[in-house]
């Protein structure tokens, strides 16, 4: 016999709202067996499923990516059709995760960057504000570390 749980046991098990359930059965990507009185029915299955959704979900993946990847190869007339076909939409992700990677790499090179400037002010008497330290660290830096013009004096 298959184990079934109900919606509330998978929400418990996965740390996740019965709302977020539903959500992603109203989106069609899940699709519970339900009983004569008709509460919803879960599988392993489900289970696995729905443990994939919310991994591509935690990291970023718009709900469209989510539902053409879940859906794509129910499409295909042949194997080598889905074959083809959900690879090129494999590829089109990992170029964007790419891009995406390169793009934070470039974000957290400015974070330590801007950290790096922060960290000249330390034992800093002055008020941090362009009045307070016309020759601030920080200010003389935002030229060329765009995030420090978040951190700077927005009144100056």
């Given at each position: 016999?298959m184990?079934e749980y109900?919606?509330?046991?998978?929400?418990?098990l996965?740390a996740i709202?019965?709302?977020?359930?539903?959500?992603?059965?109203?989106?069609g990507?899940l699709?519970?067996s339900?009983?004569?009185?008709?509460?919803?029915?879960?599988t392993?299955?489900?289970?696995?499923?729905?443990?994939?959704?919310?991994?591509?979900?935690?990291n970023g993946?718009s709900?469209?990516?989510?539902h053409?990847?879940?859906?794509?190869?129910?499409?295909?007339?042949?194997?080598?059709?889905?074959s083809?076909?959900?690879s090129a939409?494999?590829e089109t992700?990992?170029n964007?995760i790419t891009?995406?990677a390169?793009?934070?790499?470039?974000?957290?090179?400015?974070?330590a960057?801007?950290k790096?400037v922060?960290?000249?002010?330390?034992g800093?008497?002055?008020k941090p504000?362009?009045?307070?330290?016309p020759?601030?660290p920080?200010?003389?830096?935002t030229?060329?570390?765009e995030?420090?013009n978040?951190i700077?004096d927005?009144?100056?």
């Open positions: 016999m184990n109900k919606i509330g046991e998978i929400a418990d996965l709202t019965v709302r977020t359930i539903r959500y992603y059965e109203e989106e990507l699709r519970p339900r009983t004569a009185g008709g509460t919803r029915l879960y392993e299955r489900h289970l696995s499923r729905l443990r994939s959704i919310l991994h591509l979900a935690k993946f709900l469209e990516s989510i053409l990847i879940a859906s794509l190869r129910e499409t295909c007339k042949t194997g080598d059709e889905s083809n076909k959900v939409q494999l992700e990992i964007e891009a995406k390169r793009e934070l790499e470039r974000l957290k090179d400015e974070l960057q801007a790096w922060i960290n000249k002010c330390r800093c008497k002055n504000t362009s009045n307070g330290c020759d601030c920080v200010k003389l830096h030229g060329n570390i995030l420090l978040l700077w927005q009144h100056s």
